[in-house]
């Protein structure tokens, strides 16, 4: 989510593969990052997995989309990085 200025959101998203993936966190840097993390507390608390978050529509263009469109994992070792819209 840069609109089209580089870096304007850093995010990850932390899972338990033990456990079918639940998702145990949630780091996010950018704008409005406060509010977007409010809704994904809860969602958290309510045991939420990453093929839940795959099955998000995300808003676009919003720092909160890139959340639910994360697709690269540490263990591949490809950059993570992405361009804006």
Not at 14 to 41: S, T, Y
Not at 44 to 73: N, Y
């Amino acid at each position: 989510a840069s609109g089209g200025k580089p870096n304007r959101c850093y995010c990850k998203v932390l899972c338990d593969r033990k456990d079918n993936e639940r998702v145990v966190g949630v780091h996010l840097c950018g704008d409005h990052a406060g509010e977007i993390m409010q809704g994904f507390a809860v969602a958290l608390r309510c045991g939420a997995r990453k093929s839940d978050f795959d099955a998000t529509m995300g808003i676009h263009p919003t720092s909160a989309e890139e959340l639910v469109t994360l697709t690269v994992t540490k263990r591949s070792r490809i950059p993570a990085e992405r361009g804006g819209c």
